[in-house]
């Protein structure tokens, strides 16, 4: 989904050049940060996948692609996927920082779920989004207590949001779903035989 499509209203402060000096928490620092992936560390091709949670084309590729892209790329070791946060808007950005206050077993499971019952949090009108991303959290064990406080926690959210502005540094990402083949940038919801073309290209 383009950057267009939805705005994502970010103080200048946030958005801070790498090079100085700022108060969001480092990766190394915080485990919450680390990173989310799923297959082999030493597959010869990694995968990167910027998301976002309210984003359909990253609902859409979960839903008809990612399982065949598991089971017969991830799961026999040609490649590993690695899931980075491309927030494009604030509901997003919260999901993205609650999905990162869970245990690392739980991240794919818990994202998994937001993408495929985007209707029902997202895009309906009448809910209460936050309580609904608060109703899947509760089936990895979080409380609602516990969702409130990590969408609350300044130094996580401006982590998420360098998280995306290192995307758009370092793969021009403007666009999710975005895939980045061993260092080579693919936009769009692709499906199996592309993705799978596009490993293979890489390597895999």
């Known amino acids: 989904m383009p950057l267009s499509r939805r705005i994502l209203m970010m103080a200048p402060a946030v958005l801070l050049p790498f090079g100085a000096k700022r108060e969001a928490l480092a990766q190394d620092a915080d485990p919450r940060l680390a990173e989310r992936g799923a297959g082999k560390p030493d597959a ?11 984003c359909s084309h990253c609902a859409a590729f979960h839903r008809d692609t990612w399982p065949q892209v598991k089971k017969e790329l991830v799961e026999t070791g040609r490649i ?5 946060d491309f927030p494009l808007d604030q509901l997003a950005l919260a999901g993205a920082q609650v ?24 895009f309906n009108r009448n809910a209460d989004s936050i309580a609904e991303i608060a109703k899947v959290a509760a089936m ?3 409380s609602r207590a516990q969702v409130d406080a990590a969408i609350a926690d300044e130094g996580l959210r ?13 793969h021009r990402v403007n666009s999710t ?9 693919a936009p769009g919801s692709l499906n199996y035989d592309r993705f799978a073309e596009l490993a293979g290209e890489a390597g895999a």
């Open 140 to 142: 990895a064990g979080m």
């Open 177 to 185: 779903p975005t895939f980045v083949f061993n260092g080579k940038p």
């Open 80 to 84: 590993r996927m690695v899931w980075r």
């Open 99 to 122: 999905a990162r206050a869970m245990p690392p077993a739980a991240y794919e499971a818990f994202t998994g779920a937001l993408l495929s019952t985007q209707e029902r949090w997202a």
């Open 44 to 54: 010869k091709v990694t995968v990167i996948e910027y998301f976002s949670l309210t």
């Open 158 to 170: 401006r982590a998420v949001l360098e998280t995306r502005l290192k995307g758009e540094q370092e």
